[in-house]
């Protein structure tokens, strides 16, 4: 019997819907309705056209109607806005610029309508100078305005994804830019203790950052907008980029016995299917289920949306295909930074109530001994049992391919052995014999079986200064030249020979650099009689959560008695140095992460 499907909205879900569904049946009569004139585009891609590193504005248009025509034979009606669906008739309303209004019957539908920018009832908001970015007329909008209006600054609202990336392109055009963030970091997928080295590159780009700061009010006062935050300052600019998120696209369907969540989303099974029989959803517009704390969730990316609109096409053929969940696995450049992050983070395993564990390791990104190897930090999050819940990396090479493969690990849910025990590609241009990854494994490992007493400097919060003694194992010439205030210093090297000055009524908290030696300490320590606690992540760690963005970046380089988690540095040592010219964990052993 040959079945007719539509489809509502093109993009990543809707467009991958179709393709499949006609790969895999030549005779179904396929429709699908975008009410823009691009039925997909590269989305992501957006904010890098207006900032000119995507020249050729056609290079974002993945397919047109024309050549889903000819290859897939669907048809494809731009122009045309899907206004409601009845379910019990089968049918949809639709208003088209060449049509009018009409109603056209489904045996099968799929919606994919995508999310719209959030637009909150603020004092001022319909100015004309206030842009958000979505598609490609957004896109065009933004960018003649900069091109032709000669704008020389800008405000952008919101720490996203698409905030962060408007803020960097923007300031490739040389504008002036601030970007104003309402929670206390940017960028919700990282911790805090991992995103602060994110804002520090947007900084010392010259992007103002404010943030625990809102927005009050819109003015336009002549050629510029005034932009009230809700602790009352002020800031003039020629344009606003609004990007405090995103809302599911589904009010046409709210008269259509469709279930949606308390947000609006569209609530599927694990085979796309709404509540209504034939009907199926993809996208930014649904639900899912979050891979590592099983509950609902929303994750608008476009890879989750290709497969879902895939897995809706083959249940519609017959084939029995089900969706496992998201897990958020995302990438971000932020001027010569790279971030990544994929499962869960500590603010989504507290939420869930998910005990976890975490560790920090800051390698380098090939073999430290071949020209050009740049540093860079991984966070890992793991439970009790060893399963991988989540990770996040941030550096200048080398970080995307690290969280790919410890997001394919975690898809199988595979545990820190398994990291460890990969065999990964090596040579000196590209890695190491004893790759990153396998790093981050060998150190959870060690947790787990013991040998290992970490901690965090955000939990040293909970003992008192007279229960412990800190303890610095670096060389003295790094502590010289920055330390914790109250440290003794006592090299890893010197260690054995000065066990002595210890006290072993008191527990030894120690760090080094970036955690190796501190590694080393504590198996001599312990094996010694000694409680001891080595710091996770080091003197890196404390030296980038030290950052302050409401400085000048001249001030952030070299900051001096910083209190971040209730760890001081010493006000008397130059605190922190840029990461490329940091003395680390480079020296011997560094691979003997065992």
Aim: hydrophobic share 40%; with cysteine; proline share 4%.
């Amino acid at each position: 019997m040959k079945k007719k499907v539509l489809i509502v909205g093109g993009v990543a879900g809707g467009a991958s819907a179709a393709a499949r569904l006609r790969r895999l049946d030549e005779k179904a009569e396929i429709i699908m309705f975008e009410r823009d004139a691009y039925i997909s585009f590269a989305n992501c891609g957006l904010p890098y056209h207006i900032g000119e590193t995507i020249k050729d504005r056609d290079k974002l248009l993945v397919q047109t109607p024309e050549a889903m025509k000819a290859r897939f034979n669907i048809d494809v009606r731009i122009n045309s806005e899907v206004t409601g669906v009845d379910t019990k008739n089968k049918k949809v309303t639709v208003n088209s610029k060449s049509q009018g209004l009409y109603e056209e019957s489904y045996d099968y539908l799929i919606l994919s309508p995508g999310a719209k920018a959030l637009r909150p009832n603020i004092p001022g908001i319909d100015n004309a100078k206030i842009f958000t970015l979505r598609n490609i007329p957004d896109t065009d909008s933004i960018k003649d305005y900069v091109d032709q209006k000669g704008a020389k600054s800008a405000v952008v609202i919101g720490g996203g994804y698409v905030g962060v990336e408007m803020a960097e392109n923007l300031r490739e055009r040389r504008l002036s830019v601030t970007l104003v963030e309402a929670a206390s970091h940017i960028l919700a997928p990282f911790d805090s203790d991992m995103v602060v080295m994110l804002e520090k590159e947007l900084v010392e780009n010259g992007v103002g950052l404010i943030l625990s700061d809102g927005v009050k009010a819109f003015k336009e006062i002549g050629s510029q907008v005034e932009v009230t935050l809700n602790s009352e300052t002020k800031l003039k600019t020629d344009l606003v980029i609004l990007a405090i998120g995103v809302v599911p696209d589904t009010t046409f369907i709210k008269e259509s016995g469709l279930e949606l969540g308390p947000r609006g989303h569209i609530i599927v099974n694990d085979r796309m299917e709404t509540n209504i029989e034939g009907v199926y959803a993809v996208g930014d517009a649904i639900e899912v289920v979050d891979f590592i704390t099983k509950q609902k969730t929303a994750i608008p990316l476009a890879g989750p949306a290709n497969k879902q609109g895939r897995i809706a096409a083959d249940n519609i053929a017959g084939l029995n295909s089900t969706y496992k969940g998201t897990q958020g696995t995302s990438v971000i450049k932020v001027f010569k930074l790279t971030a990544a992050s994929t499962g869960a983070n500590e603010k989504t395993l507290q939420k869930a109530n998910i005990p976890y564990k975490s560790i920090y390791i800051h390698p380098v990104s090939h073999a430290s001994y071949y020209p050009g190897a740049l540093p860079m930090s991984l966070k890992l999050l793991f439970n009790n049992e060893g399963r991988v819940l989540g990770a996040q990396g941030l550096g200048y090479a080398g970080v995307d391919k690290r969280i790919d493969v410890i997001a394919t690990v975690i898809r199988l849910n595979g545990t820190v052995e398994d990291l460890a025990e990969l065999e990964l590609s090596y040579a000196p241009p590209f890695s190491s014999a004893k790759d990153p990854v396998n790093m981050a494994g060998f150190v959870a490992q060690n947790v787990l079986a013991g040998s290992s007493h970490v901690i965090t400097w955000k939990d040293m919060e909970q003992y008192n200064d007279e229960d412990y003694i800190l303890v610095d194992v670096r060389t003295k010439e790094e502590f010289n030249n920055g330390h914790i205030k109250g440290a003794v210093n006592i090299p890893v090297d010197s260690l054995r020979a000065r066990l002595n000055e210890l006290d072993k009524n008191k527990t030894i908290v120690e760090y080094c650099q970036v955690g190796l030696r501190g590694y080393v300490a504590d198996r001599i320590l312990s094996q010694n009689g000694f409680k001891v606690l080595n710091v996770t992540g080091g003197y890196k760690t404390i030296s980038s959560l030290n950052f302050d963005p409401k400085k000048a970046p001249e001030n952030n380089e070299n900051n001096t008695g910083g209190k971040t988690s209730g760890i001081t540095i010493d006000p008397d040592t130059q605190a922190v140095k840029r990461a490329g010219n940091q003395s680390g964990d480079n020296d011997k052993g560094f691979n003997s992460c065992g």
